[in-house]
């Protein structure tokens, strides 16, 4: 069923598990990571970035694929439908208006004010339609970006304050795809804008962090992590292994990695520890 994420990580926070963003990129992801998870009796967030939105046809599409795949499959766990990195409330806006029941701005980019002011105006136009938000504090960056940018406390408190939303993701030390290096999350702080804000927090950048660091962070307020990177590198890597000149059909050859990329959703669930707590959100 497809629902927002308000319940879905209120329960992750209160239970001390976190709840797995999987970003999509085509049909085929799309089921695979929705029937992985539902033997696994596992809520799941499927995030769709601008750019997948592109590939794919556009919000509209991602959410008649999903709608029909949930009522196809029979899938009976929560699904929330995520905007991933939402970079204007124009972005955001076209996202719920195609249905989707959850979005993130990202106006990390700007100073404190004018982040505050962006995200202001999508939380006034999510809320009267049942859509909840997540916005970023600091910066989540790459690994071509230099230094480390924590977000402070402070204005973490200062957002929550004025702009109402849902879920925060603080910058924290991790970073869009592959490491290089060891990850550098700050744990004292994590713990502290947990402890100070009381809201479910986010963690991007999950892929190349430590099983020790997830379950810290977990520990330390984190209910949402998203993965997406680990996803394309067992998918690829799987296809290059089984892949040869006699196979041609587009949908064999895509399906050559559905049980490396399923692999990494299930020992995602069950690190995360979402396995088996889908019945504990059937009243959202």
């Known amino acids: 069923m497809l629902v927002n994420m308000k319940r879905m990580l209120e329960s992750a926070k209160d239970g001390k598990y976190a709840v797995a963003q999987f970003n999509i990129n085509n049909l085929e992801w799309t089921r695979f990571i929705l029937e992985e998870c539902q033997s696994n009796n596992s809520p799941v967030i499927l995030g769709v970035s601008e750019g997948a939105a592109k590939?794919?046809?556009?919000?509209?599409?991602?959410?008649?694929i999903v709608n029909d795949l949930i009522d196809y499959l029979h899938i009976t766990i929560p699904v929330a439908l995520h905007l991933d990195h939402g970079s204007s409330?124009?972005?955001?806006k076209e996202a719920i208006d195609s249905g989707f029941t959850s979005v993130m701005i990202d106006?990390?980019?700007y100073e404190l004010n004018e982040n505050i002011e962006i995200t202001k105006k999508v939380v006034s136009y999510s809320k009267d339609r049942d859509v909840t938000v997540e916005g970023?504090?600091?910066?989540?960056?790459?690994?071509?970006?230099?230094g480390i940018m924590y977000a402070e406390v402070m204005d973490c408190v200062k957002y929550l304050k004025e702009t109402g939303i849902d879920f925060l993701a603080p910058a924290l030390g991790s970073v869009h795809g592959l490491y290089k290096g060891e990850p550098k999350l700050n744990?004292?702080?994590m713990l502290e804008i947990s402890k100070i804000t009381n809201i479910p927090l986010v963690l991007h950048?999950?892929?190349?962090?430590?099983?020790?660091q997830i379950k810290k962070s977990i520990e330390c307020g984190i209910s949402k992590i998203n993965i997406n990177t680990e996803l394309q590198i067992a998918w690829s890597n799987a296809l290059k292994?089984?892949?040869?000149?006699?196979?041609y059909d587009p949908r064999k050859i895509i399906k050559l990695g559905e049980d490396a990329l399923k692999e990494c959703v299930r020992n995602k669930i069950i690190l995360l520890g979402s396995k088996g707590k889908a019945n504990t959100q059937n009243n959202i």
Not at 55 to 64: L, N, P, S
Not at 89 to 92: G, P, R, S
Not at 136 to 146: A, F, L, T, Y
Request: proline content about 0%; overall charge negative; aromatic content about 14%.
């Open 55 to 64: 590939y794919m046809g556009g919000y509209k599409t991602i959410y008649d």
């Open 89 to 92: 409330f124009e972005v955001c």
């Open 107 to 109: 106006a990390s980019m």
């Open 136 to 146: 970023e504090i600091g910066h989540v960056g790459s690994n071509m970006d230099q």
């Open 187 to 189: 744990f004292d702080r």
């Open 205 to 212: 950048g999950g892929t190349g962090i430590y099983d020790s």
């Open 241 to 247: 292994e089984k892949i040869n000149s006699d196979i």
